[in-house]
């Protein structure tokens, strides 16, 4: 069936470094979501990808979605105490449900 | 506009029992989608409800069932309960397909199996 890997599975990064976590899909995908859970809460959208390389910025978080819509980055600049948390992606294989990566565990050492 | 909400927050059964839970979507919203969240396993999808009929449906037993009614809430149902069914269970509404629409998130529910 349809997978989504995500790596790496943990990071603990300095205050101001940055941090990136991959999404990569065996099949091609229509679109990409990715999601935020801080600890303790609930998982929180952050954007949707639909378009072969396309990349959008929000503030210090740059997602990608590559050319043949096979992976996914979420690139975010000079970390802060602020973006502690676990990063989903979710893929969707055309005329399939959603699916999930493992998720990213982000911690920011201040 | 008040956000998708899910009771009870938590439960406590022991091994054999059933459990149903109750979530609520955003208004307007006609898709719920009911999620098992566990550590070691993250967010693994049970099932999608639209307009009243399942649309997709994860790899879980027969065990796991659920429902939507008219007004799109939402119940899940676990019979026979087993340890490993511990988790949190969340569930999430969407304005269209859960695929292509942002997911709302409710708190979710903790069930502790004993």
Redesign the interface.
Same mark, same amino acid.
């Given at each position: @069936?349809q997978q989504v890997m995500q790596i790496p599975q943990y990071q603990h990064v300095q205050e101001g470094e940055d941090f990136t976590t991959y999404c990569n899909s065996s099949t091609t995908l229509?679109?990409i979501?990715w999601?935020k859970q801080r600890p303790g809460g609930?998982? =929180?959208?952050l954007i949707?990808l639909v378009k072969s390389g396309e990349v959008k910025k929000q503030k210090r978080l740059t997602f990608q979605f590559g050319e043949a819509k096979k992976n996914s980055s979420l690139h975010i600049t000079a970390t802060q105490t602020t973006d502690v948390g676990t990063y989903?992606c979710?893929g969707?294989e055309y005329g399939?449900?959603? =699916?999930? @990566?493992? @998720?990213t565990i982000l911690r920011v050492k201040s | 506009k008040a956000g998708v909400t899910q009771t009870p927050r938590y439960l406590i059964k022991t091994r054999g029992q059933q459990v149903t839970l109750s979530c609520s979507p955003i208004s307007g919203h006609r898709s719920v989608?009911w999620?098992q969240q566990t550590p070691g396993?993250?967010?693994?999808?049970l099932f999608?409800y639209f307009s009243e009929t399942q649309r997709?449906k +994860?790899?879980f037993p027969g065990r796991f069932s659920g429902r939507q009614f008219s007004n799109s809430r939402s119940e899940m149902n676990v019979s026979t309960l087993e340890l490993g069914d511990s988790a949190l269970y969340?569930c999430?509404s969407s304005i269209g397909p859960?695929?292509?629409n942002?997911?709302?998130?409710?708190? +979710?529910t903790r069930l502790t199996v004993l």
């Open positions: @069936g229509s679109n979501q999601y609930h998982p =929180v959208f949707q989903f979710a969707t399939n449900k959603l =699916v999930f @990566g493992a @998720g | 989608s999620y396993q993250g967010l693994q999808f999608e997709n +994860g790899n969340l999430a859960q695929e292509y942002e997911q709302f998130f409710g708190p +979710g």
